[in-house]
């Protein structure tokens, strides 16, 4: 990406901002996509650079899509099956250099996507589960 590729991708971040800011606590999907290209990004730009630095970003990033979404741990397996398989493609992202750092990655990583999930019972929801939804509509919820 060049120098005016950079500068409309900041433009259009700017003036979205506002948009995103409003939209976020409304639609979860916003969050996601925003957080989906941010991941994109710094796995892009690892690829392309290769600094320790965005090593770790991409480190960071993937996990943390991994354990805040629900298929988060399938989108790890995808993306280390083709960083672990493939070891003499020349697309490989190269994030994680040995096969074993990278299993143990994604074991770690599902370990405590798991251990966070288990709270995700809230109650609020689990009442929408077994009650329906038009009880809490009329209790104001």
Known sequence: MGTAGNLIAGGTLAIFYEVFRF????MSKTTFTFALA????VLTY?????DRQYRW?????????TITRPVGPLILFLWLVHDVVRSDAPRRVLVIASRRRAIAVFLITVAVWAYSSQCAGNSAIRT????GVSTQVGQGA
Not at 23 to 26: A, F, K, N
Not at 46 to 50: E, F, K, L, Q, R
Not at 57 to 65: F, G, H, I, P, R
């Open 57 to 65: 970003l991409a480190w960071a990033a993937v996990v943390w899509m």
């Open 23 to 26: 939209t976020q606590w409304v």
């Open 38 to 41: 941010v991941v994109l990004f």
């Open 46 to 50: 690892n690829y392309t650079h290769s």
């Open 128 to 131: 929408v589960w077994e009650q």
